[in-house]
């Protein structure tokens, strides 16, 4: 069974033993002071659970976890015989300690534990004995009834508090699983792109300081092909900081969204992008949103890095359950010539990795089509 937190349990041991001295004490006061007529055994019995109870409350957490549940048989026990053997004067006490008997039960153990104890007080006031018999039978049914359904309840809550925690551990994973592959996708995009412009400006500006000393017109030529080269590596860390911003789709169908990163991307690059949404509007879950605009603004971003191409083409169309998205340019395409789907590329390790990944998450089919100087087209079919 799972327990509840450490102190709380701990808190809960302690009020229990206090109570079960405080009902012990009671009882052998009232042996003691109301009972004219003592039974010297019964006297005795009271006197030895009061000192035992004493003792729980002294070495409460060592007893209750060595010998948690035959304390609780001796509580059980303790209880049958004051209400089969108790003097009238004492017969009050009974529901009482019957209570703090259930209480025990419920908080310290589990639906086991309190069925036993239920059904061991039912079965005894069922037998024919003097005492207690018409007088409590109905409270032992009923409560013993109420504590076997909470006990129940409890453990049925507890399991759901259990597979929610479980659930709240796999989504941290995953969480910082995503956090690390998002910072190992930013290093690398940041190692191949602005940090590579920026060691090629340095060594640029090496060869200036040269050439200004040995000949002044080459100089300025070279000064001439550094501003260019500055102008360039101020596009590429706008596209850069373009990547990092947040992706906003609240409230927003996601063509509106993708016409959104198409005109931010149209209007920082310069590269006109024609556009196709489809008829009608519709959105999806907000997490295959975000990956799904991410690879949009990715597959752009890659135009505007390596294709050297001047028109771009982007369109979005829902077909049954299925989302359609293609992003198809007139540049030099890739190296390697063909179409391939997501197995291939992976097989082949041909393509853009991020891309790659955020399909593979999204469950989505890929495909690549590469036209060696004359452009490249990226197809998604994405299950919504």
Request: proline share 4%.
């Amino acid at each position: 069974m799972q327990f509840p937190p450490k102190i709380e349990r701990e808190q809960w041991v302690y009020y229990l033993s206090v109570s079960r001295l405080a009902l012990a004490g009671s009882c052998l006061l009232a042996q003691l002071v109301l009972v004219h007529h003592r039974n010297p055994v019964v006297t005795l019995a009271l006197v030895l659970f009061v000192a035992l109870s004493a003792l729980v409350v002294k070495r409460r957490e060592d007893i209750h976890r060595r010998f948690g549940k035959f304390a609780l048989f001796l509580d059980t026990l303790f209880f049958m015989l004051l209400a089969r053997y108790g003097e009238i004067e004492t017969l009050w006490l009974a529901p009482a300690f019957y209570l703090y008997l259930l209480t025990a039960a419920v908080s310290l153990f589990g639906p086991r534990e309190v069925a036993v104890v239920a059904a061991a007080c039912v079965l005894f006031f069922a037998t024919a004995h003097p005492g207690a018999q018409f007088v409590l039978r109905e409270t032992i049914l009923v409560g013993g009834a109420f504590a076997c359904a909470y006990s129940l309840q409890k453990r049925r809550l507890e399991r759901q508090l259990q597979d929610m925690q479980a659930q709240v551990e796999q989504a941290r994973d995953l969480a910082k699983t995503a956090r690390e592959a998002e910072c190992q996708r930013i290093a690398a995009d940041f190692h191949d792109g602005p940090l590579q412009s920026v060691i090629s400006f340095q060594m640029r500006l090496e060869i200036l300081r040269k050439l200004l000393n040995r000949d002044l017109n080459s100089g300025k030529q070279e000064l001439e092909q550094l501003i260019e080269m500055a102008k360039g590596q101020v596009r590429e860390m706008r596209s850069f900081v373009r990547e990092m911003r947040p992706l906003d789709v609240d409230g927003a169908s996601l063509t509106a969204a993708t016409r959104k990163v198409v005109d931010e991307f149209q209007k920082e690059s310069g590269i006109p992008v024609t556009f196709v949404g489809g008829d009608r509007v519709f959105s999806a879950a907000p997490e295959t949103c975000t990956d799904l605009l991410q690879m949009v603004r990715e597959a752009l971003s890659n135009v505007q890095k390596h294709s050297k191409a001047t028109r771009v083409a982007v369109a979005l169309e829902r077909v049954g359950q299925v989302l359609e998205v293609s992003v198809d340019d007139n540049g030099v395409g890739f190296p390697f010539s063909g179409t391939f789907s997501l197995d291939e590329l992976e097989l082949l390790r041909l393509g853009p990795v991020s891309l790659k990944r955020r399909a593979r998450s999204l469950g989505a089919d890929l495909q690549l089509e590469s036209r060696p100087g004359r452009g490249a087209g990226l197809k998604l079919k994405v299950p919504i």
